[in-house]
C-alpha cells in the first residue's frame, strides 16, 4: 500500500536551452563576423585565425555550462515540487493516503477497471470504541491504535496493488482489485489481525463494496460507508446483549 503553500512555477527549460544555445552560436560567430565585416575575410592571419577559434571555443564552452547548471536546477526543483505534492497526499499520523488521495485514486482505479475489465471492491474500516480509549488512555492512545490499524491494513493487502487511505478520524478506506468474496476475506484478515493486535482491546467494524460497473467514486464510497455503519451497528446491538447477559 502505499502543501499548504502553492508551488514555485518552474521555468520552461526547453525553451531555455534552446535561448542558450542560440546566445552562445552568435556569441561564438562574433570573431569571425567581426573580422568579415571589417577585413573581407574571415582571419588574416594563423594568429588571428587561432584567436578566433579560441573565442569561439571558450563561449560554447560557457553557454555548455549554463545549460548544464539549467537542467540540474530545472531536475531539483521538479523534485521538489514532487516532494511537495506528495506531503499533501498523505496522512502524517499513519502514513496512509488521505481522503484527497483517495478521491484522486479511485477515480484512477474505476477508469482502469472500467477498461481492462478486472473488478474493483472498497472496504471501509472504523475503529469501534475509540472514544473510551481517547478519554481512558488519552489521544497517545487513541494514536497508537490508529497506527495499528494502518500497519494491519498494510501487512495484510497486496503490495502495489491494495491501497490504503486513512479519512480522517478513526475512518479508513482500502482500494482493493478484487471481486466481493476476495474483499470480503481481506476484510476478515484485517479485523482479526486488528483483535489480536490492538492495544486497547478494540475491535473493527468493516464495510465491503464491490463496484458494479456504474457507480460513481462517491456512490461506491457512501455504499461502503452505509455497510460499515450497519456493521457498527450489529457490534453495538452484540456488545448490548452480552452486557445484559
Not at 502514513?95 to 474505476?110: C, H, S
Not at 482491546?201 to 463494496?209: F, H, I, K, M
Request: hydrophobic content about 40%.
Amino acid at each position: 500500500m502505499s502543501k499548504i503553500e502553492s508551488p514555485a512555477v518552474v521555468p520552461n527549460g526547453r525553451m531555455a536551452t534552446w535561448t542558450l544555445l542560440g546566445g552562445s552560436l552568435v556569441l561564438a560567430s562574433l570573431p569571425w563576423l567581426s573580422a568579415l565585416y571589417r577585413d573581407g575575410r574571415l582571419a588574416e592571419s594563423p594568429q588571428e585565425l587561432l584567436t578566433s577559434v579560441g573565442a569561439s571555443l571558450v563561449a560554447i564552452a560557457f553557454a555548455t555550462w549554463v545549460i548544464v547548471l539549467l537542467r540540474r536546477e530545472r531536475a531539483t526543483a521538479r523534485q521538489h515540487l514532487a516532494d511537495l505534492e506528495a506531503l499533501t497526499l498523505i496522512d502524517p499520523l499513519t502514513g496512509l493516503g488521505n481522503r484527497r488521495a483517495l478521491e484522486r485514486e479511485l477515480a484512477k482505479a474505476i477508469l482502469r477497471s472500467r477498461r481492462m475489465d478486472h473488478p474493483l471492491s472498497l472496504l471501509y474500516l472504523d475503529v469501534n470504541d475509540l472514544k473510551r480509549v481517547n478519554d481512558r488512555f488519552g489521544h497517545s492512545g487513541g494514536d497508537e491504535t490508529l497506527r495499528v490499524v494502518a500497519n494491519v491494513a498494510r501487512s495484510c493487502s497486496r503490495e502495489g496493488t491494495d491501497n490504503g487511505y486513512r479519512l480522517g478520524g478513526d475512518e479508513f478506506v482500502l482500494i482493493v482489485l478484487t471481486d466481493f468474496a476476495g474483499a470480503e476475506v481481506l476484510a476478515g484478515r484485517i479485523a482479526q489481525g486488528f483483535e489480536s493486535r490492538s492495544p486497547y482491546e478494540t475491535t473493527l467494524s468493516v464495510g465491503v463494496v464491490e463496484w458494479d460497473g456504474a457507480m460513481s467514486a462517491g456512490e461506491l464510497i457512501s455504499d461502503a460507508d452505509r455497510l460499515m455503519y450497519r456493521s457498527k451497528n450489529l457490534h453495538r446491538s452484540a456488545s448490548q446483549s452480552q452486557k445484559r447477559g
